[in-house]
Protein backbone atom coordinates (compact mmCIF):
# COMPACT_ATOMS: atom_id res chain seq x y z
CA UNK A 1 0.00 0.00 0.00
CA UNK A 2 1.04 3.49 -1.13
CA UNK A 3 1.10 6.31 1.67
CA UNK A 4 2.11 10.07 0.76
CA UNK A 5 4.44 11.49 3.19
CA UNK A 6 2.52 14.36 3.22
CA UNK A 7 -1.34 14.80 4.20
CA UNK A 8 -3.30 17.65 4.25
CA UNK A 9 -4.90 16.68 7.22
CA UNK A 10 -6.66 18.80 10.31
CA UNK A 11 -4.68 19.86 13.08
CA UNK A 12 -7.02 19.56 16.37
CA UNK A 13 -4.65 22.42 17.63
CA UNK A 14 -4.60 24.31 15.17
CA UNK A 15 -8.01 24.24 14.18
CA UNK A 16 -8.05 23.98 10.59
CA UNK A 17 -6.28 22.10 7.80
CA UNK A 18 -2.70 21.98 7.67
CA UNK A 19 0.13 19.98 5.87
CA UNK A 20 1.00 17.22 7.83
CA UNK A 21 4.24 14.76 7.71
CA UNK A 22 3.29 10.97 8.52
CA UNK A 23 5.31 9.02 11.11
CA UNK A 24 5.54 5.75 11.69
CA UNK A 25 5.67 4.70 15.36
CA UNK A 26 7.69 2.06 16.41
CA UNK A 27 8.36 -0.48 19.66
CA UNK A 28 10.04 1.46 22.66
CA UNK A 29 12.44 -0.89 24.66
CA UNK A 30 11.20 -2.84 27.91
CA UNK A 31 11.60 -0.94 30.77
CA UNK A 32 14.15 -2.54 32.97
CA UNK A 33 12.87 -1.52 35.97
CA UNK A 34 9.70 -2.57 35.71
CA UNK A 35 8.74 -5.50 38.23
CA UNK A 36 7.48 -7.62 36.12
CA UNK A 37 10.74 -7.35 33.76
CA UNK A 38 13.26 -7.34 37.02
CA UNK A 39 11.02 -11.31 37.74
CA UNK A 40 12.01 -12.48 33.76
CA UNK A 41 15.71 -11.19 34.11
CA UNK A 42 16.39 -12.91 37.14
CA UNK A 43 15.03 -16.02 36.37
CA UNK A 44 17.10 -16.00 32.76
CA UNK A 45 19.99 -15.56 34.93
CA UNK A 46 20.16 -18.89 36.81
CA UNK A 47 20.03 -22.25 35.56
CA UNK A 48 16.69 -23.80 34.36
CA UNK A 49 14.01 -23.41 31.54
CA UNK A 50 12.86 -20.33 30.08
CA UNK A 51 9.58 -18.59 31.95
CA UNK A 52 7.36 -19.13 29.51
CA UNK A 53 6.52 -21.01 26.73
CA UNK A 54 6.53 -19.18 23.15
CA UNK A 55 2.06 -19.86 22.15
CA UNK A 56 1.72 -22.37 19.66
CA UNK A 57 -0.16 -21.98 16.63
CA UNK A 58 0.42 -19.50 13.30
CA UNK A 59 1.77 -16.09 13.42
CA UNK A 60 -0.75 -13.26 11.49
CA UNK A 61 0.29 -12.76 8.56
CA UNK A 62 0.91 -9.18 8.45
CA UNK A 63 1.59 -6.17 11.14
CA UNK A 64 -0.10 -3.60 12.68
CA UNK A 65 0.98 -0.39 11.95
CA UNK A 66 0.47 3.16 14.40
CA UNK A 67 0.61 6.41 12.15
CA UNK A 68 1.56 9.80 13.67
CA UNK A 69 0.64 12.67 11.70
CA UNK A 70 3.36 16.37 12.52
CA UNK A 71 1.86 19.31 11.60
CA UNK A 72 4.15 21.23 9.98
CA UNK A 73 2.85 24.68 11.48
CA UNK A 74 2.61 23.96 15.42
CA UNK A 75 4.58 20.83 15.40
CA UNK A 76 2.29 18.81 17.16
CA UNK A 77 0.89 15.25 16.71
CA UNK A 78 -1.77 14.46 15.78
CA UNK A 79 -3.36 10.65 16.24
CA UNK A 80 -6.22 9.92 13.58
CA UNK A 81 -7.84 6.59 14.31
CA UNK A 82 -7.03 3.39 15.29
CA UNK A 83 -3.47 1.39 13.91
CA UNK A 84 -4.85 -0.88 10.73
CA UNK A 85 -3.02 -3.99 9.11
CA UNK A 86 -1.28 -3.92 6.37
CA UNK A 87 1.95 -6.62 4.32
CA UNK A 88 4.05 -3.84 3.05
CA UNK A 89 3.70 0.25 3.51
CA UNK A 90 5.23 2.47 0.80
CA UNK A 91 5.85 6.27 1.61
CA UNK A 92 5.64 8.12 -1.38
ZN1 LIG B 1 -1.18 22.31 13.96
Redesign the pocket.
Known amino acids: MKIPKEQRRY ?6 Y ?1 V ?1 KVKKVKNKPRRKQAMSQRRHLRKLAGYGSFPAKKPKGRGKPTTKLDFRYI ?6 Q ?1 IIGKGFRIKKVEMV
Open positions: CKYCRKTQCKECGKN
